[in-house]
């Protein structure tokens, strides 16, 4: 259905570096920077037929989080979904809500974390067993 997601960052260094290292967890490589016709910075994580990019508005506002919006990513193992979390949080990202681990629901149990990356973002790392 998505075609990709993209977040604002005010630091796009520093959001660089965050989404490095987090989104290597999932065996994405680094991102590739790029400057668009407008002349703002932008860098593109493509993996696993996904795209998810950061960029510096077009506008020249600032860049905001959304509130009550959260990008999930899918994670293979409750391991992973736990290293997701300790990677983000050990580059800048927040730990959020209750601490990672099972969450027990209508459609069964989920591993989950919630972090905020540098920005505010919301990112969810979810393992849903098969």
Known sequence: MFSH?????NDIDRAKRFYDAVLGVLGAPAG?????????ERV???????????????NGEP????????IGFRCE??????????VAVAHGGTSIEAPPG???GPSGT?????VRDPDGNKLCA???PA
């Open 5 to 9: 997601v993209m977040v604002g960052t």
């Open 32 to 40: 590739v920077r790029n400057t668009a016709a407008s002349g703002h």
């Open 44 to 58: 593109f994580y493509r993996h696993g037929g996904g795209t998810f990019g950061v960029s510096q508005p077009i």
């Open 63 to 70: 860049a905001t989080c959304a509130n009550g919006g959260t």
């Open 77 to 86: 193992s409750p391991e992973q979904v736990q290293r997701f979390h300790d």
């Open 102 to 104: 099972p969450r027990h």
């Open 110 to 114: 989920l591993y989950l974390a919630y």
């Open 126 to 128: 979810l393992h849903r």
